[in-house]
Antibody, heavy 119, light 108 residues
Framework: QVQLVESGGGLVKPGGSLRLSCEDSGVTFSDYYMSWIRQAPGKGLEWVSIISTSGSTRYYADSVRGRFTLSRDNAKNSLYLQMDSLRAEDTAVYYC????????????WGQGTVVTVAS | SYVLTQPPSVSVAPGKTATLTCGGD??????VHWYQQKPGQAPVLVIYFDSDRPSGIPERFSGSNSGNTATLTISRVEAGDEADYYCQVWDSTSDHRVFGGGTKLTVL
């Protein structure tokens, strides 16, 4: 059974940095686009970023562009989100999820990691 | 940017049919996916490509998409269906993924 496991969340001060990781226990990680989706407390889902299978193409939501950087290591079945210049409004549960095609659904999600930005 | 509009809440009695809508400009030309999220849990895909069901999702869940509205229909609603439901599309003009604001389904 494919499983995505996020890690790296925690408490950070405004302006600080954090690096999230997502590890895929399956054998087909490199076949999938990978994305981060977040959910602020009591709010809905917000798409954050997506990376192509090779890692050559990345897209970001306007709210994080220029502050967050998405990368992947297919040899390690891992996805990373480097978050810099963090703001209070970045506080959320961050989920990683996979999708097979450009317009496909996110078929597998991790359980999420909590990021809290507060002084 | 592309916007998806969902009603904040829908209530339905057990055994009845719940109809959840997702509005967007010409959404019928896009592929719509639906997710169910229960409190404290990660979202789960329940409908993809407008009307396909992943394995393990009951046949009671169905979807359609036409014009400016996509619809998730849950037949013979059960207490366990109570959750938040989100629609999602790919916005080809920006290559962004877009989620609706979500609908809280309450089973009376």
């Amino acid at each position: 059974q494919v499983q995505l496991v996020e890690s790296g969340g925690g408490l950070v001060k405004p302006g600080g940095s954090l690096r999230l990781s997502c590890e895929d226990s399956g054998v087909t990680f490199s076949d999938y686009y990978m994305s981060w989706i977040r959910q602020a407390p009591g709010k809905g889902l917000e798409w954050v970023s997506i990376i192509s299978t090779s890692g050559s193409t990345r897209y970001y939501a306007d709210s994080v562009r220029g502050r967050f950087t998405l990368s992947r290591d297919n040899a390690k079945n891992s996805l990373y989100l480097q978050m810099d210049s963090l703001r209070a409004e970045d506080t959320a549960v961050y989920y990683c999820a996979r999708t097979k095609l450009v317009d496909d659904a996110f078929d597998i999600w991790g359980q999420g990691t909590v990021v809290t930005v507060a002084s | 940017s592309y916007v998806l509009t969902q009603p904040p809440s829908v209530s339905v009695a057990p055994g009845k049919t719940a109809t959840l809508t997702c509005g967007g400009d010409n959404i019928g030309r896009k592929s719509v996916h639906w997710y169910q999220q229960k409190p404290g849990q990660a979202p789960v895909l329940v409908i993809y490509f407008d009307s396909d069901r992943p394995s393990g999702i009951p046949e009671r869940f169905s979807g359609s998409n036409s014009g400016n509205t996509a619809t998730l229909t849950i037949s013979r609603v059960e207490a366990g269906d109570e959750a938040d439901y989100y629609c999602q599309v790919w916005d080809s003009t920006s290559d962004h993924r877009v989620f609706g604001g979500g609908t809280k389904l309450t089973v009376l």
